[in-house]
């Protein structure tokens, strides 16, 4: 699958989902849940133990047409390649790292680096970034994505941190071309509730559909 037709799918769905988890087990009871809720994103983060190894079990355990597995929370250009190696199809990043943006490009695999202020927005764009993550998304909110478009219409936005079912249409009106949704969408992980996992992405989905129809 090209980066462009990657970039595309996940515009299309419009959620990102973040899975940050205690065990690899647990990571992947997440990931399974959200497939189940209609979310074919899915951002294994490097904070969760052994993130490489479970990155390449989703990749040989589900075809393209299932899941689009990225790797979340790459700090450098070392761990963008062990993740591409590992079958990452797409690499996102709290901040901006040249070299770690240089890489992706160099493989031509989509790379979305974050963001909170706007002249960090212009310098991951001009830097190559396909889309920009803004993060942390609770300490800017969807009136900063308003802001952001004004001077930078182009500008391909996915907000991080904050982002709920309650006010998913806010950022998508905003602006956004997709949210990345962690705790807000995976929290009952934490008592074993999988089920709440797969109703909430499904709610996510809808209310993502109705903002995009609404506008």
């Not at 462009?4 to 769905?13: A, G, L, N």
């Not at 497939?35 to 990155?55: D, K, L, Q, S, Y």
């Not at 901040?95 to 890489?103: A, Q």
Request: proline share 4%; hydrophobic share 45%; net charge neutral.
């Amino acid at each position: 699958m090209t980066k462009e037709q990657v970039i595309t799918r996940i515009c299309e769905t419009g959620l990102v989902a973040v899975v940050r988890a205690e065990s690899s087990d647990q990571a992947k009871r997440i990931t399974e849940a959200c497939i189940a809720g209609g979310v074919n994103a899915i951002e294994m983060t490097f904070t969760v133990p052994r993130a490489h190894e479970i990155i390449s079990d989703l990749a040989k355990s589900y075809s393209e047409d299932e899941i689009i597995l990225g790797a979340g929370t790459v700090l450098d250009a070392e761990t963008a390649r062990i993740a591409l190696l590992s079958g990452a199809q797409y690499i996102v990043a709290p901040c901006l790292n040249l070299e770690t943006v240089k890489l992706c490009n160099r493989y031509r695999v989509a790379v979305m680096p974050g963001a909170m202020t706007i002249k960090e927005v212009v310098e991951c764009m001009e830097a190559g970034a396909d889309i920009v993550k803004v993060f942390p998304g609770d300490l800017s909110g969807p009136d900063f994505i308003k802001a952001i478009k004004g001077p930078l219409p182009h500008a391909h936005l996915m907000p991080t941190g904050g982002v709920s079912v309650d006010n998913v249409q806010k950022w998508i009106k905003a602006g956004c071309v997709a949210v990345g949704a962690g705790g807000s969408l995976t929290a009952g992980a934490k008592t074993g509730d999988y089920d709440s996992i797969t109703t909430i992405a499904k709610q996510f989905i809808e209310q993502i559909k109705l903002a995009r129809t609404s506008k």
